[in-house]
């Protein structure tokens, strides 16, 4: 595994190379970040994808600087954008500026023309700011005045909210939430994690400055393109691809849900398989690839009946019960 605090000048494009360089994000990113390691993984795989990411959480569990510390330890460019009811959609894509020097119009480019977006709690602007995303997230472009303009490449939106607070909220439409490869639950602390945080505090850790506390670049764009091509060729066979179907299937005919998923799902749910495959060091998908990415990538595509839920019913039980119940391929 590459030393954690080697510098990024040596960029390679060699697939080992590039694996244990994302390996060694955990090391980086736990310099800033205790003990979010699946969120950690999550956020990898979404960009091996070239997919995004929901992340949900109560306040204070370190969502903004999980990303933070990513974009860091990537050397991407990061930028935020704090969701508000008066939001609008050119205050993320930019718009159109008037120069009276040149009696022209000129792009002013948004936060969205970043490599990482942290869309800061997300539920709480209107439908129309976040169907601005929609365009993003999907085509990897933005369209201002008919004009197409590309995002950069690696793109990832961030996005978060509150799983407590529903005031003044605007439930994200199944449209959005489908454009989202995972949905990543952030728990709170275990109790030693809690008291490893505050001691870093009590010592002086700072978490607006990460270099401060250590967090240097360890892998970068041509780590990130070679891991994706060797991500591609990572063999799945015919006896996988029927078992992440029937998976999905097996939701459209759950008494428990109104909405399964869709063929995007199942497709969304192949690809993560796939990279979390490679993460650890293979080169073929294996049914425990698919059950280990089977909650974060389809538990938002699914929508429960309102007697399940009022029983307490979630949709992490339920896809849990479909994954102990449809045949494991040998």
């Known amino acids: 595994m590459m030393d954690p605090t080697t510098d990024n000048a040596g960029i390679t494009g060699d697939p080992g190379k590039a694996r244990a360089s994302l390996e060694a994000l955990r090391a980086e990113i736990a310099k800033a970040v205790v003990g979010q390691d699946p969120a950690v993984t999550g956020l990898v795989v979404a960009l091996l994808c070239r997919g995004h990411v929901l992340l949900e959480g109560v306040p204070g569990v370190a969502k903004t600087l999980l990303v933070r510390a990513l974009a860091s330890a990537l050397e991407l460019t990061t930028k935020r954008v704090q969701f508000t009811p008066d939001l609008m959609p050119s205050d993320v894509t930019g718009s159109l500026v008037y120069d009276a020097r040149t009696a022209e119009f000129s792009f002013q480019p948004g936060p969205v023309f970043t490599n990482l977006l942290l869309a800061d709690e997300i539920n709480r602007t209107p439908p129309k700011t976040q169907s601005s995303l929609l365009e993003a997230m999907e085509e990897r472009q933005v369209t201002v005045d008919g004009t197409p303009r590309p995002l950069p490449d690696p793109f990832l939106v961030a996005a978060t909210q509150n799983p407590v607070e529903y005031e003044g909220t605007y439930p994200l439409p199944e449209a959005q939430l489908d454009r989202f490869l995972l949905k990543l639950t952030i728990p709170l602390p275990s109790r030693q994690d809690e008291i490893d945080v505050l001691t870093r505090h009590a010592e002086g850790f ?114 849990n019960a479909i994954l102990a119940h449809v045949p494991v391929p040998r």
């Open 206 to 319: 700072n978490p607006r400055d990460l270099r401060a506390a250590g967090v240097r670049p360890v892998a970068g764009p041509a780590d990130l393109e070679a891991a994706r091509a060797a991500v591609a060729k990572t063999t799945v066979s015919p006896e996988i691809t029927a078992y992440v179907v029937d998976i999905c299937r097996a939701t459209r005919e759950s008494p428990s849900l109104t909405l399964g998923v869709s063929p995007r799902g199942a497709t969304a749910l192949l690809a993560t398989s796939r990279a979390w495959a490679w993460l650890t060091g293979r080169d073929y998908v294996i049914p425990d690839d698919v059950k280990a990415l089977a909650l974060p990538t389809l538990r938002h595509r699914v929508q429960l009946r309102p007697e399940a839920e009022m029983e307490g019913v979630t949709a992490d039980s339920v896809i």
